[in-house]
């Protein structure tokens, strides 16, 4: 994304935040806990909500991976200002940097939409979380209920993507996380809020490591 996408990214999401991410992450992240990886982390949003996991010992490591330097800059004050020793590293989500079974949740927020293969991305979530471990996901996804919608998400993907950092507005995120070898214990299909509506489809919840 570059360092001119790391300065505007938090305040171009935070209407969406205010209206919507905010609450859905505190819901998502309250049930991270043991070793945690937050793929794509981008500027540390998720941070604050790790937070209180951390001060409870519910969550006993954190890392976050992102492969964006500029981001990776703005995430470590973050960090500092909440208290948190999170291990960061910089590293695409196709190639993670750490050992099969590292951890026990793995986060993804807002992040399989603008990885260069979702395929290769969840296969890594698996290789790194340990045997019934949980894969933690909030994703705008391709509207499949609204195929009016669906069309103009695929007119527009092709300029989007080159101006959103590699954002796709089509992907069938739910069925990759299934055919990954992950069962969707829960989610929820809901529209973004204050977002744009090709942005608007979006799930959430939680898979498991077969």
Not at 1 to 11: K, R, S
Not at 66 to 84: H, I, V
Not at 121 to 136: D, F, I, K, Y
Request: charged share 25%; hydrophobic share 40%; aromatic share 6%.
């Amino acid at each position: 994304m570059g360092w001119w996408g790391a300065c505007i990214y938090d305040p171009f999401m935070r209407g969406a935040e205010r209206a919507c991410f905010a609450a859905w992450r505190a819901e998502l992240l309250s049930t991270a806990e043991g070793a945690v990886l937050d793929l794509g982390a981008g500027t540390g949003v998720n941070l604050q909500h790790f937070a209180p996991r951390v001060r409870s010992g519910d969550i006993e490591r954190l890392v976050a991976v992102e492969p964006d330097a500029g981001m990776l800059r703005q995430l470590g004050p973050k960090a500092r200002s909440l208290g948190l020793d999170v291990e960061q590293a910089q590293a695409p989500a196709e190639r993670l940097p750490f050992a099969d079974e590292s951890f026990d949740t793995v986060v993804s927020t807002l992040v399989l939409c603008s990885v260069a293969s979702v395929e290769r991305s969840l296969a890594e979530v698996r290789r790194v979380l340990r045997p019934g471990g949980r894969l933690l996901f909030m994703e705008h996804v391709a509207a499949e209920d609204d195929s009016g919608r669906l069309t103009w998400q695929r007119r527009v993907e092709p300029v989007w993507k080159r101006v959103a950092g590699n954002c796709h507005l089509t992907r069938e995120t739910e069925r990759h996380i299934d055919e990954a070898g992950f069962e969707i214990e829960a989610i929820t299909r809901e529209s973004i809020r204050k977002a744009m509506p090709i942005v608007g489809p979006s799930i959430r919840g939680m898979a498991r490591k077969h």
